[in-house]
């Protein structure tokens, strides 16, 4: 991205630490820093430990040592801290995880009335700008499964938006997808990338990380490898565990 | 779509053949071997009799036992889903407390035959907790108006004991199979929905009012209603701590009128119209709920 003008660091990640139960080691003393707008890809095989990564700043998993700071909130065990995270974070899942029982309009309607308390004409205002946003206007009144599967993600992303987050996280946002339908959540999430949002972004799709990515982290067995600008870390990697990598995907 | 033609094929002629046949021998054995004489004219006075002194028709012991069982299976109801949802929820909280509560619950109950169960209720709360509630005085102590309408929603005064014990049992007894059933039916719940509304800033409770209990409830409803139906028919095990509902009043007609088979065959029909009555019921709820989703 040329131009944009990165702020203050918003995410702030020392030294994490997570096992999980069954003894598998996911994140390493995994450390980082991201800015405000910023677009953060992070690529690698899988089990590098991306997604726990990404469920670790929503708090959707626990970590077992190590900081994390949202926006100078520190995410520890304070309820009102990790609400106010859960509020200024938001998430979409590479199966959509739309509630299938609810419209597209309650789906995105539902945590603006229910977390910031708005009433039912204020939030649908919202949403229907959002839906307008995102392409599907048309389907305000449709049930999750009459939709088409990119028609599905970027409901959910219209619903992450309504919260009006700080931070966007994108977990294999395509990654379910038929290719013909990538293209127009792509289109979407590179919207949201020039409108200066703060991404992180976990994706197989390194068109995607080229044309808005600010910077690449590569990760393998919980920790980073390599970080660096796209054309770096595509172009001229510096180490082998990348290079290999690099060479498989592209 | 196509409608799928019924065809009859010989198989079909031939299992009805000896379903018939089955059924005429067994008639032929009660007639020759009992040398059962039957007497339907008799059953229509057990069911509603006519009263001299007000000149009214008024239900009979046969009609009285189905309105106890009606009042014990719908009291009954209403108790074991309220203590079965809430002992489903414990029994997957986080909590290990709640956990172990529901788990002590549900695995003590169903280990236990419901006789057993219906006993020691029956001795202990009827015989000890009933008089320290005091509820016999209060209601004595009532208006004839409240003491009326305690009649028709549970039992006449006097009895009103024994039937609050019996229904406590149904109650607790169900409500072990009704937790199952709700556990099984939010677990079943794929654990993207609680992430997605978790991510959105929803809180617990929130989350399980808005996304997974209206999801569960649709299919929890089918197995339910089977525990409905169950409900229905154990009403009858509470007829041993001399409950006049429908069984009860069967075995007592039975020893005085000897009208045996007549008899069963009432009573078989009339749990048969209650809990058939019950599967319609849930099955166009069932349809009721699926039509808001295509």
């Not at chain 2, 379903?19 to 071997?33: M, P, Q, S």
């Not at chain 2, 414990?90 to 172990?100: D, E, P, V």
């Not at chain 2, 009103?160 to 079943?188: D, H, M, N, P, W």
């Amino acid at each position: 991205m040329q131009g944009k003008e990165l702020g203050d660091y918003i995410i702030e990640v020392e030294r994490i630490r997570k096992t999980f139960p069954d003894g598998v080691q996911a994140l390493y003393d995994f450390s980082t820093r991201i800015r405000r707008s910023e677009v953060v890809v992070v690529i690698g095989p899988s089990g590098a430990g991306k997604s726990t990564f990404l469920r670790c700043l929503n708090g959707l998993e626990d970590f077992d040592s190590g900081t994390i700071t949202i926006d100078g909130i520190p995410l520890d065990d304070n309820k009102e801290n990790r609400f106010e995270i859960r509020k200024e974070v938001g998430m979409v899942f590479q199966l959509f995880n739309l509630f299938p029982h609810m419209t597209v309009l309650e789906n995105v309607n539902l945590a603006q009335m229910l977390v910031r308390k708005k009433n039912h004409d204020e939030a649908t205002k919202v949403t229907m700008s959002l839906l307008e946003k995102v392409g599907i206007p048309d389907k305000a009144q449709s049930y999750p499964s009459q939709l088409s599967g990119g028609q599905q993600q970027r409901v959910a992303i219209a619903r992450a938006l309504a919260m009006v987050p700080k931070v966007m996280l994108f977990d294999e946002a395509t990654s379910a997808l038929d290719p013909e339908m990538i293209g127009e959540v792509l289109d979407v999430m590179k919207t949201l990338a020039q409108e200066g949002m703060t991404m992180v972004v976990v994706t197989h799709e390194m068109g995607f990380a080229r044309e808005v990515g600010d910077r690449v982290i590569f990760m393998d067995e919980g920790r980073t490898v390599e970080e660096g600008s796209v054309e770096q870390i595509f172009s001229n990697p510096q180490k082998e565990r990348t290079r290999q990598f690099i060479g498989q995907i592209l | 779509m196509k409608k799928k033609k019924t065809k009859i094929t010989p198989l079909d002629l031939i299992v009805s053949a000896l379903i018939l046949a089955a059924a005429v021998y067994l008639g032929y054995r009660i007639k020759v071997g009992l040398h059962y004489k039957w007497n339907w004219q008799a059953i229509p006075q057990y069911l509603y009799r006519y009263d001299q002194e007000s000149g009214k028709w008024v239900a009979n012991l046969i009609m009285q036992g189905l309105f106890t069982t009606l009042r014990l299976s719908i009291w009954g109801t209403v108790l074991a889903t309220i203590l079965g949802t809430i002992m489903g929820l414990c029994r997957i909280s986080q909590s290990l407390f709640y956990r172990l509560l529901g788990r002590s619950y549900v695995e003590l109950i169903r280990n236990m035959p419901p006789l057993v169960l219906i006993f020691i209720f029956y001795y202990f709360v009827s015989g000890q907790i009933m008089p320290v509630l005091g509820l016999n005085e209060f209601i004595l102590a009532q208006s004839e108006t409240t003491q009326r309408l305690c009649e028709l929603l549970f039992a006449p005064p006097s009895f009103l004991s024994a039937f609050f014990s019996a229904l406590v049992t149904l109650a607790i007894f169900e409500g072990a199979y009704i937790a199952e059933i709700v556990r099984a039916g939010i677990q079943s719940i794929d654990k993207g929905q609680w992430e997605a509304a978790h991510a959105l800033g929803l809180s617990k409770w929130q989350q399980m009012r808005y996304i997974i209990l209206p999801q569960a409830v649709q299919r929890i409803l089918p197995p339910l209603a089977g525990q409905f139906i169950s409900l229905i028919k154990d009403s009858s095990i509470v007829s041993v701590i001399s409950i006049q509902e429908l069984t009860f009043q069967g075995m007592e007609l039975m020893a005085t009128t000897y009208l045996t088979f007549e008899i069963w065959i009432t009573i078989t029909l009339l749990y048969l119209v209650m809990t058939f009555t019950c599967s319609l019921a849930v099955q166009r709820l069932e349809v009721r709920m699926a039509r808001g989703r295509a």
